[in-house]
T-cell receptor, first 111, second 116 residues
Framework: QKEVEQDPGPLSVPEGAIVSLNCTYS??????FMWYRQYSRKGPELLMY??SSGNKEDGRFTAQVDKSSKYISLFIRDSQPSDSATYLC???????????WGLGTSLAVNP | EAGVAQSPRYKIIEKRQSVAFWCNPI?????LYWYQQILGQGPKLLIQ????????DSQLPKDRFSAERLKGVDSTLKIQPAKLEDSAVYLC??????????????FGPGTRLLVL
């Protein structure tokens, strides 16, 4: 079993839709949960960061961590064409410097 | 604040040739990372430096890949000789402090390598 599983998609939605992106993980020791966004031909950039469990909201973006299910989610409300990108989950622990990266989910928001 | 700079942006070489990539991290950032990202996959950490010391190079294919970070600032990643499977985007990232898993990493635009 991989440490992090992420459906690569692609996911195509109409403008204004609510998007749900997800990752599952296997190690209950993970504490840091991040979502990076990567536009085509660019490097990833941090979008959302959550420590331990719970929800975090930033504008149209909400990150959720369910440690009991080992499941993390990123919700995008009122999706825009500018949200078209690949979304990578990345998780880690304080005991290991290395982040574990998902494959990334490719999202296309159609006007 | 200037971002992470990488050069070249694109490189095409034939197998068995050598290639080098350069990275200039954000000023003052102590930790520097090199990642390999194959199309359709997440980044794979090749090597992590804290200042000019190596923290993690467990996934670096040391028979052909080498990296250095002189004076704890710029870094160079070299492949010698290249194989077809080295075709990928090579990403450089930096973070401000010790490079713990909870630190934000700031990425450069990457170097796209195609090995023919």
């Amino acid at each position: 079993q991989k440490e992090v599983e992420q459906d690569p998609g692609p996911l195509s939605v109409p403008e204004g839709a609510i998007v749900s992106l997800n990752c599952t993980y296997s190690n209950s020791a993970f504490q840091y949960f991040m979502w990076y966004r990567q536009y085509s031909r660019k490097g990833p950039e941090l979008l959302m960061y959550t420590y331990s469990s719970g929800n975090k909201e930033d504008g149209r973006f909400t990150a959720q961590v369910d440690k009991s299910s080992k499941y993390i989610s990123l919700f995008i409300r009122d999706s825009q064409p500018s949200d078209s990108a690949t979304y990578l989950c990345a998780i880690g622990t304080s005991g290991n410097r290395k982040l574990i990266w998902g494959l990334g989910t490719s999202l296309a928001v159609n006007p | 604040e200037a971002g992470v700079a990488q050069s070249p942006r694109y490189k095409i070489i034939e197998k068995r040739q050598s290639v080098a990539f350069w990275c200039n991290p954000i000023s003052g950032h102590a930790t520097l990372y090199w990642y390999q990202q194959i199309l359709g996959q997440g980044p794979k950490l090749l090597i992590q430096f804290q200042n000019n010391g190596v923290v993690d190079d467990s996934q670096l294919p040391k028979d052909r890949f080498s990296a250095e970070r002189l004076k704890g600032v710029d870094s160079t990643l070299k492949i010698q000789p290249a194989k077809l499977e080295d075709s990928a985007v090579y990403l450089c990232a930096s973070s401000p402090w010790t490079g713990g898993a909870g630190e934000t990493q700031y990425f450069g635009p990457g170097t796209r390598l195609l090995v023919l």
